[in-house]
């Protein structure tokens, strides 16, 4: 939460009515919940119990999450699961530069925001306008995620335990749609679409000739070699697994000519 | 135990890509490309994992009811599911079409 002097500004009623807040609590709530997926998934990978809890506490990045367990559940080493989530990862640096620059936590506070930097709480601050409120934002909606994503990780950790025969519940076919459903925000307008599209096909085509997991590097090496040599929007595909500001935005998302980052104004009364 | 470690170091660096944008001086995030190769990799990687997970087989392609899963999300995503229907629809899919016989 507002961690400086603004103590005045903690009472719980007050608190409640800053939409940044809200935002934030909502966007907990739904982000938490598909930890369950992952703990599930992860331990129907071939991770037990405690190694599906460190890639949540320790790692907290979805996105990567579900990378390590992807290329663990297709035959993959240790290395190329470890590439996958770490090539993932890049984009919370970019994510902690903005932070840094709307925020400037410091002491203590710049390691455990560091920690908590990830899609959500970033697009959650950013969307708002008022320091005060980026502030509130970013806390709640790192904070909650963190606390309800462990949660629901542990709670899909035993279940997925408790399945026996992975492929009879189509848990396989779950972690298709995991991938798919972590893109699908990320393709809004034709360059992102066609960036897919070629790693996409880049993939298919290295997976007869490489082992498993390297297939994904591959895509990876030519992602970053379309970003280095074309000139597009800079903020391509960093978007946030559920957008906190949906509803403002919602008749754009179909929208070819794409909508920014910029354009989130959240609800500032 | 070998796996153990990959992982802890997975989570080490993903920590330091956090930490590094604490770190480095804001006139790096002017600099447009670092955050547009940071955007075309994290689609690209992506849209391979859920190819990957979606066909492949070790090193051999192969179609399956994992492409009913495929589709099931698409369409899910399309009428805007949250997240953890589309998950859902995916398994639902795939577990359905080995039940009709088709693995």
Known sequence: MGLDSDAAELAPVKILQSPAVRIGLSISIATGLYGVSFGALSVTSGLDFWQTMALSLLLFSGGSQFAFIGVVAGGGSGVAAMGAATLLGMRNGIYGMQINALLQPRGWRRFAAAHVTIDESTATSTGQTDPLEQKRGFWTAGLGIFVLWNLFTAVGALAGAALGDPKQWGLDGAAVAAFLGLLWPRLKGREPVAIAVVCALATVLAVPFVPPGVPILVAALVAAGIGWFSHGRSDEGLEPDVDPYAENHVHHHHDPAGDHRGDRTGDDA | ?103
């Open chain 2, 1 to 103: 135990m070998n796996l153990w470690m990959w992982l802890l170091l997975s989570c080490l660096l993903a920590y330091a890509w956090k930490l590094l944008g604490y770190l480095v001086p804001a006139s790096l995030l002017r600099d447009p490309r670092m955050s547009r190769i940071a955007g075309t990799m994290t689609i690209g990687l992506l849209a391979s994992l859920t190819v990957v997970n979606a066909v492949a087989s070790g090193q051999s392609l192969v179609l399956d009811a994992r492409l009913g899963a495929l589709a099931a999300a698409g369409i899910a995503l399309w009428f805007r599911a949250p997240f953890l229907v589309v998950v859902i629809a995916g398994a639902a899919a795939a577990a359905g079409l080995r039940l009709l016989g088709w693995d």
